[in-house]
Nanobody, 130 residues
Framework: VQLVESGGGMVQTGGSLTLSCAAS????????IGWFRQLPGSQSREGIL?????????YYGDSIRGRFTISSDNAANTVYLEMKDLKAEDTATYFC???????????????????????WGQGTQVTVSS
């Protein structure tokens, strides 16, 4: 499994960014991909949204609902995170992660990352300045 994030950078408050996660090494339809973020100084990662790659079902966390959108292009094996109305508190390293659908509990995955069942990308930095 390989996940490569791109699209991070610096943006002003209220601006927009789109992150990409290029995935390879697994059967797309059998998995879900989620976006997590690690805030500055934090040791943990917050699950913010995910998409099931077979049926495109989605989950959105409260902190980003209405501002962030997740989508997938299965033909291109790529998942996108469109971020609008960015705030200073969105500054973080953003990771995409993949998990097989077997045994998936969406809320547990978003809150715990399901160590041992999840593969991670290397992360991309997003900095929102006021």
């Amino acid at each position: 499994v390989q996940l490569v994030e791109s699209g991070g950078g610096m943006v002003q408050t209220g601006g927009s960014l789109t992150l990409s996660c290029a995935a390879s090494g697994f059967i797309f339809d059998d998995y879900a991909i989620g976006w997590f973020r690690q805030l500055p100084g934090s040791q943990s990662r917050e699950g913010i949204l995910m998409i099931g790659l077979y049926d495109h079902s989605t989950y959105y966390g409260d902190s980003i609902r209405g501002r962030f959108t997740i989508s997938s292009d299965n033909a291109a094996n790529t998942v996108y995170l469109e971020m609008k109305d960015l705030k200073a508190e969105d500054t973080a390293t953003y990771f995409c992660a993949v998990r097989h659908l077997t045994g998936l509990s969406v809320k547990r995955w978003m809150f715990t990352g399901d160590p041992g069942s999840t593969s991670w990308g290397q992360g991309t930095q997003v900095t929102v300045s006021s």
